[in-house]
């Protein structure tokens, strides 16, 4: 029935394959482990899968550091691996995204490799490359990401190279041509391959030409309070143009689009892009106007600490200013960066276990009944709670591991799948041990146990999104209300031209109603 395209509204279900399930007893997820469970995803209704990286990588950032884009790790197997899961996938009438790191790859990328070697190899401009003032030190302030500063040393060439995020991560240089060329070949190889469209890294802080390195000011914003983000010094600048957001990122994004523009059966582009002090939404229309990517990733609903209703009411409603209308944006809770979302939101309402489902249910559901698509991180279709008891042997993500013990960093969200209660590892792995430990916590709510149990979230999402695919308000027109309700209540419109859908979230009686109407009527 739907005269809109499919990732215009589609629900993405988000797949961090190191997690998802072990088929070889190693330990560690992979992309036969993936193929094994499609069945699950199906059933739970979502349209398309995005799986996180997996490809060639030393693991530095778990995947988000390349060393070869366009083969699989061993670790999670083989291309002709991921064209099984590909086909399955299509037969299951599922979409797949996969991601593309454009920004940065590996220090032991070749590309890297070669590039840190002299001041004149083939690749000495691939990166970004700059001496050190005459006392030695970096150009600029610029800080990265995950901790200390954005320039490493590299002592062959006597220079400094520039990361955004690890120092294993050293940014590519986008304004050199071969660069560009590079990126353009990743994609089609990809689409040649069969894949759906791209969740694209990190798309803000891709780097060109940043002379004359000015240093980045203050950022009069910051305030040390309790977010974790207020313990890392990223926060505490403004990010210049040519730090974050230049404006040759457009640049990337209209090739991209051209190059899926060349292939049949609309092929999706979603970039995760973001700026300082909570501005996502006004970056996200930068990036998505006509001619460049399908959508954006939006931040607003991921904030760390969660948001209670009246800031949930505002994300919406700047979310419908900026894109009503269109599908042109994706909403997401949670995902492998931030707290699972069962835990981190609204905790001030302190819910019994039965309503910490409800509340995990309603989420799911008033983020798939916004307008544009939405993406379901694994696990949260179970009401999983975040793992708070990694012991610090046992972390690994180098973000929590640099901030000790004053922030954990996303281990808490990246503990593997558990899918039966019964089984020894709760059926992750046929191994003694996994990656990341299995949370006990979650085996009360085991993947398949729950697809079983009448009364899971599970079941409860999978009865609503089917029922949503039914509805022409949901599925046949991008178009909401205003966002009106009392201070625990968020209620707008769904509107199509033959249905009116008023989508009421109660979050007092922690419940849903969804009710046709008539405008006009009294
Ligand atoms: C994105 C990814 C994150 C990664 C970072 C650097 O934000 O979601 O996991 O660490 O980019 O690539
Ligand atoms: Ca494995």
């Known amino acids: 029935m739907s005269s809109l395209k499919w990732w215009e509204n589609a629900v993405i279900y988000q797949i961090y394959p190191r997690s998802f399930q072990d088929s070889n007893s190693d330990g560690i997820g992979d992309l036969n482990g993936i193929t094994s469970r499609l069945d699950y995803i199906a059933n739970l209704g979502v349209d398309a899968i995005w799986i996180s990286p997996f490809f060639m990588s030393p693991q530095y950032d778990f995947g988000y550091d390349v060393s070869n884009y366009c083969d699989v790790n061993p670790e999670y197997g083989s291309l002709s691996d991921f064209d099984r899961l590909i086909e399955e996938t299509h037969n299951l009438n599922l979409r797949l995204l996969i991601d593309i790191v454009p920004a940065h790859c590996s220090f032991l990328h070749p590309w890297f490799e070669e590039s840190r070697k002299s001041k004149d190899n083939p690749k000495s401009n691939w990166f970004h490359w700059v001496d050190p003032k005459p006392d030695g030190c970096p150009p600029n302030n610029w800080l990265s990401f995950f901790g200390g500063p954005a320039w490493s040393w590299e002592p062959r060439r006597q220079q400094y190279y520039l990361h955004n995020f690890l120092p294993q991560q050293p940014n590519l240089n986008y304004a050199n041509h071969e660069v560009q060329d590079a990126l353009n070949k990743v994609a089609r190889f990809w689409f040649d391959r069969g894949v759906d469209g791209f969740r694209l890294d990190a798309v803000h802080t891709i780097n060109g030409d940043c002379e004359p390195y000015k240093d980045n000011l203050p950022n009069p914003n910051f305030n040390l309070g309790n977010l974790p983000q207020d313990r890392q010094p990223f926060f505490r600048q403004l990010h210049d143009i040519a730090q974050l957001n230049q404006p040759v990122i457009q640049e990337f994004t209209k090739t991209f689009r051209k190059i899926a523009n060349k292939y049949d059966g609309d092929r999706f582009l979603m970039g995760e892009v973001d700026g300082d002090n909570g501005n996502a939404t006004n970056i996200s229309k930068i990036f998505s106007e006509p001619g460049r990517l399908h959508a954006t990733y939006n931040f607003d609903l991921l904030k760390w600490t969660g948001l209670n209703v009246s800031e949930l009411k505002n994300a919406i409603s700047n979310a419908r200013e900026a894109f009503n209308g269109t599908g042109r944006l994706c909403f997401a809770f949670s995902n492998h960066d931030v707290p699972r979302s069962a835990t981190r939101q609204l905790s001030p309402l302190e819910l019994t276990s039965e309503k910490q489902d409800n509340l995990q249910l309603l989420l799911l559901q008033l983020q798939t009944s916004l307008i544009g698509s939405s993406c379901v991180y694994q696990g949260e279709e179970l009401g999983l709670p975040d793992v708070s008891d990694i012991q610090f042997d046992k972390m690994k993500d180098p973000w929590g591991l640099n901030f000790y013990p004053e922030f954990r960093g996303r281990?808490?969200?990246?503990?593997?799948?558990?899918?039966?209660?019964?089984?020894?590892?709760?059926?992750?792995?046929?191994?003694?041990?996994?990656?990341?430990?299995?949370?006990?916590?979650?085996?009360?709510?085991?993947?398949?146990?729950m697809a079983r149990c009448e009364n899971s979230v599970y079941q409860k999402f999978s009865n609503f999104l089917k029922w949503r695919k039914k509805q022409p308000a949901m599925v046949t027109a991008n178009i909401m209300s205003h966002v009106s309700?009392?201070?625990?209540?968020?209620?707008?419109?769904?509107?199509?031209?033959?249905?009116?859908?008023?989508?009421?979230?109660?979050?007092?009686?922690?419940?849903?109603?969804?009710?046709?109407?008539?405008?006009?009527?009294?």
């Open 485 to 522: 309700g009392g201070p625990k209540e968020i209620i707008f419109d769904r509107i199509s031209e033959t249905q009116i859908l008023r989508c009421k979230f109660d979050f007092e009686l922690v419940k849903s109603t969804f009710s046709e109407v008539t405008y006009g009527a009294s």
């Open 411 to 449: 281990d808490t969200c990246r503990t593997p799948m558990v899918w039966e209660k019964s089984k020894p590892m709760g059926g992750f792995t046929a191994a003694n041990e996994s990656w990341l430990p299995i949370a006990t916590s979650h085996l009360e709510k085991a993947g398949l146990d």
